[in-house]
């Protein structure tokens, strides 16, 4: 991968199918024209995968009344601006460009084409015709984090890292306050991998947390790698944006599912209402952009109905996976019992809470 | 030393080989083909439709044997089009080979698209009993998959090749100087498209390897940039086979200490731990292979450059 991200066959096919398809369909009825950028391959079972299921059900809702289009593999950066302006000169009506990495492309290609409407998914800049959306991942780490506590017999949660940004350090932080929670003897070891997908270094750095100690493995990556190695090594994992229990149909205790359809339904038919207007969705459980896996039927009762809680919890607002006391690394106390972390600071999160093993590298 | 610590060692050193297979079996492939005197870049798409092949033949046969033997062929098929293309039609090879790497990566995403979710059983590790369980030696000398083996008699076999048979002697010769060996009578094209072959079927194991036993499954670009490391390995081997593996098995054994140490929370950058691998094994190989005179000597001399029997 890497080099060649943006020169793929495919990718270059669907842009020329998306071409044929505008000058046919010019005649024709005028259908919406949606318009979707991934950073991954849609085969990677994982994060842009999921935003194509996410297209799939878009196309199976309304029909022939859109026409959706889509690019993948696209590397972060200029190449990513030439891809969605394609879309803006094609006319497309709107266009959701699915990486961090594409923030300011966007930006700017949102600027030079004001008719067509862009979202961007987990970045933090907008236009009158670009909105931003993200999910609140943490709150499914936060149900996982308290069935890992109860589960783990050696008290040590392996956690696969791929980059030290905010929305990772989030995720490690929600499991490790959920399971602490519930066991606070856990521990939580953090190896990182400097990749979001590369299943070969997924599955050695789950190998090495299981040596070391972990008997439960959770992972910020992208391919089922880690699953595989707790089926065949005989500790319990978790699945990460798809649901993965093919890979681990004993050990996978359940999976964070990214659920994209009803929110990018819902985009699309405000578009065709004419009541779009640039928004920032920031949407967890409650509005149903993450979910949960089946629970594996090895999780006690008790467990599950503790799982469950949190996740009903969550969803009536309750329960903030963020709420305090909560001490760092140091012990240092960084939000009082009573108060809870706001949605910037989650932003923006470069600390590890108590419990965590090791330094976050900068 | 402890008999855990001891163990530990030994399962590290299991992982180390594991993780080398791919990497070595590319790499020596690749080493076949470039002393013969052709460059080709596409070793990794070459790779990954070995991976797609051997999953999906598994996958349709039940049989692991037809997803190796499936991985072989479709390298092979990959390495005839671009011996085709740069050995008939004197394609600039480098251009070729990249070409052949985009083509690879598209393609086997083509063909993997209704095998992505499926999953195979692993390959099962050689166990001879009570040989197997002897502590430290037991897993890492008769405790493999076969796979490990194979790497290994592969690169006692090409070093002899090389080193021993007339055969290799004509491989290197038509590497060294393809001109002086078409004057003496060798077809020295058709023994390109063999070496050129020989690789493909190598890269298609290796991608094998990934999509049948080191991760059982298909992922879309799975193999994530081995064949580039590959490829740099023979350089600094110098093109010499155990070398090659030596280097396979530095880069993949540091790989795996240095997500030991972050295990064990040792207070260095993870991005510098990263990177140890890449620069532990360049440093290494470097060293033991410094005399330029030797590199001179063991570079084929006419690699990458345009052969015509005529010209």
């Avoid at chain 1, 950028?37 to 849609?42: C, K, L, Q």
């Avoid at chain 1, 009573?338 to 965590?356: C, I, N, P, Q, R």
């Avoid at chain 2, 070995?50 to 039940?62: E, I, K, M, P, Y």
């Avoid at chain 2, 092979?76 to 790497?101: D, I, K, P, R, S």
């Amino acid at each position: 991968m890497g080099m060649f991200k943006g020169t793929r066959l495919a990718a270059v096919a669907a842009v020329l199918a998306g071409l044929l398809g505008g000058a046919a369909t010019a005649q024709a009825a005028d259908p919406l024209k949606v318009g979707f950028v991934y950073v991954g391959p849609v085969g990677d079972l994982g994060w842009s995968y999921q935003h194509d299921v996410g297209r799939k059900a878009l196309e199976a809702h309304f029909g022939d009344k859109i026409k959706t289009a889509y690019v993948e593999d696209v590397a972060e950066g200029a190449d990513a601006e030439r891809v969605i302006a394609q879309f803006g000169q094609q006319g497309y009506d709107l266009v959701f460009t699915t990486s961090f990495g594409f923030m300011n492309p966007t930006l700017k290609v949102a600027k030079k084409f004001p008719k067509t409407k862009f979202e961007h998914a987990t970045g933090y800049k907008t236009a009158d015709n670009l909105g931003i959306y993200d999910a609140r991942f943490h709150e499914g780490r936060a149900v996982i984090g308290t069935i890992a506590g109860h589960m783990t017999k050696t008290n040590v949660i392996g956690y696969i890292g791929s980059f030290p940004i905010p929305e990772v350090v989030r995720g490690i932080n929600a499991v490790t306050l959920a399971a602490r929670k519930v066991n606070p003897n856990v521990q939580v070891k953090v190896i990182w991998v400097n990749s979001w997908y590369d299943p070969g270094k997924e599955r050695e750095a789950a190998e090495t947390l299981i040596a070391q100690g972990a008997d439960i493995i959770t992972q910020h990556t992208d391919s089922p790698a880690a699953v595989q190695v707790a089926e065949e090594k005989g500790v319990w994992a978790f699945g990460q944006a798809s649901d993965m229990a093919k890979f681990g149909p004993k050990r996978l205790l359940t999976s964070i599912i990214d659920d994209w359809s009803g929110y990018y339904i819902s985009r699309v038919q405000a578009v065709m209402d004419g009541k779009w207007k640039a928004e920032t969705t920031w949407g967890g459980f409650k509005a149903g952009m993450v979910k949960l896996g089946a629970l594996n039927p090895a999780i006690p009762a008790d467990v599950q109905k503790a799982a469950m809680d949190v996740k009903t919890g969550i969803e009536g607002g309750t329960l903030d996976p963020f709420a305090g006391p909560i001490k760092d690394q140091d012990g240092k106390e960084r939000v009082k019992a009573g108060a809870a972390l706001t949605d910037k600071d989650l932003l923006s999160m470069d600390w590890y809470v108590e419990g965590v093993q090791g330094k976050l590298p900068k | 030393m402890s008999i855990e610590l001891l163990d530990a060692t030994a399962l590290l050193l299991v992982a180390m080989m594991r993780a080398a297979v791919p990497l070595a079996l590319a790499a020596l492939g690749e080493l076949v083909t470039e002393k013969s005197g052709v460059l080709n870049l596409g070793v990794e798409g070459m790779m990954l439709t070995g991976a797609v092949a051997a999953f999906a033949a598994t996958v349709s046969t039940g049989s692991m044997t037809f997803g190796l033997l499936a991985a072989m062929l479709a390298g092979m098929a990959m390495a005839l089009l671009f011996g085709f293309l740069t050995l008939y039609l004197l394609t600039n090879q480098v251009a070729t080979g990249l070409a052949l790497t985009i083509f690879g990566i598209g393609l086997s995403a083509f063909v993997g698209q209704g095998f992505v979710g499926q999953t195979v059983e692993p390959m099962a590790a050689v166990s001879l009993g009570a040989l197997s369980q002897i502590p430290l030696i037991g897993k890492l000398v008769f405790g493999q998959d076969p796979m490990v083996y194979l790497t290994l008699a592969l690169t006692g076999v090409i070093w002899w090749f090389f080193a021993r048979a007339r055969a290799g002697l004509v491989v290197r010769a038509v590497g060294e100087s393809p001109h002086a060996a078409h004057a003496i009578g060798y077809p020295v094209r058709l023994i390109r498209l063999g070496a050129v072959l020989f690789g493909g079927a190598c890269c298609g194991l290796a991608g094998a390897y990934l999509s049948l036993v080191y991760t059982p499954m298909w992922v879309e670009g799975m193999t994530a940039g081995r064949g580039w490391i590959a490829l740099a390995l023979v350089v600094f081997a110098t093109w010499r086979p155990w070398r090659a593996l030596l280097g396979a098995w530095l880069f993949g054994g540091i790989t795996i200490i240095q997500l030991h140490v972050q295990g064990m929370g040792v207070d260095l950058p993870s991005q510098v731990l990263s990177m140890l691998p890449y620069l532990a094994t360049i440093v290494v190989l470097v060293l033991i292979s410094r005399d330029s005179t030797r590199i001179r000597l063991n570079a084929p001399a006419s690699i990458g450059k345009v052969f015509h029997p005529e010209g």
